[in-house]
Nanobody, 116 residues
Framework: QVQLVESGGGLVQPGGSLRLSCAAS????????MRWYRQAPGKQRELVAG???????NYADAVKGRFTISRDNAKNTVYLEMTSLKLEDTAVYYC??????????WGKGTLVTVSS
């Protein structure tokens, strides 16, 4: 059974940094594109970043230049390095992968709060 478990969230001041991790199990991790989404209070869930099996990355405009997605296939883990955090980065961050034809799989999320 597919499991995605996020960790690394917490409270950080504006301008600070955090590193999120997502450990995957139950899948052949190396062949799947992995994504980070976030959902702020009262807002829809939005794509933050993605990384393909080959290591190609894409980012939402709001986080380009501040966030970096990476993966360690030996550890079945995808990371999201977040720097220069802003108040508007406050959200629950979710790990995601799409396994065709079964569908989307999500972790339970990890809360990131940016506050002074």
């Amino acid at each position: 059974q597919v499991q995605l478990v996020e960790s690394g969230g917490g409270l950080v001041q504006p301008g600070g940094s955090l590193r999120l991790s997502c450990a995957a199990s139950g899948i052949i991790f190396s062949i799947y594109t992995m994504r980070w989404y976030r959902q702020a209070p009262g807002k829809q869930r939005e794509l933050v970043a993605g990384i393909t099996s080959g290591g190609s990355t894409n980012y939402a405009d709001a986080v380009k230049g501040r966030f970096t997605i990476s993966r360690d296939n030996a550890k079945n883990t995808v990371y999201l390095e977040m720097t220069s955090l802003k108040l508007e980065d406050t959200a629950v961050y979710y790990c995601n992968t799409l396994i065709f034809p079964r569908g989307d799989y999500w972790g339970k999320g990890t809360l990131v709060t940016v506050s002074s």
